[in-house]
């Protein structure tokens, strides 16, 4: 399983970014698709999961902000990311079925 992620960049506080997944080898309207972050110096930790039928949880510091959402036909999982803060700055990474992982896309938040 291969996955791509992208959409990460510079954006300032109070800004928004999506980030895309795209998955090959896996099939993203059957597997558990994660998204986790790691912040410079600190754990990498979760930030939002899909499940096959589309239920979704999210990390504790995501408070409404993100949404997680896939599209079956295009294999690709998204992260809506809204109100961003400084404190999201990180490298968030995409992750198939707690086993594969993606490169990571980088999102810096500017104050």
């Known amino acids: 399983v291969q996955l791509q992620a992208s959409g990460g960049g510079l954006v300032q506080a109070g800004g928004s970014l999506t980030l895309s997944c795209a998955v090959s080898g896996g099939i993203v309207s059957r597997d558990a698709m994660f998204w986790y972050r790691q912040a410079p110096g600190k754990q990498r930790e979760l930030v939002a999961v899909?499940?096959?039928?589309?239920?979704?949880n999210y990390g504790g510091f995501v408070k409404g902000r993100f949404t997680i959402s896939k599209d079956n036909e295009k294999n690709t999982v998204y992260l809506q990311m809204n109100a961003l803060t400084p404190e999201d700055t990180a490298v968030y990474y995409c992750n198939s079925q707690r086993r594969w992982w993606g490169q990571g896309t980088l999102v810096t938040v500017s104050s």
């Open positions: 899909i499940s096959p039928s589309n239920t979704t």
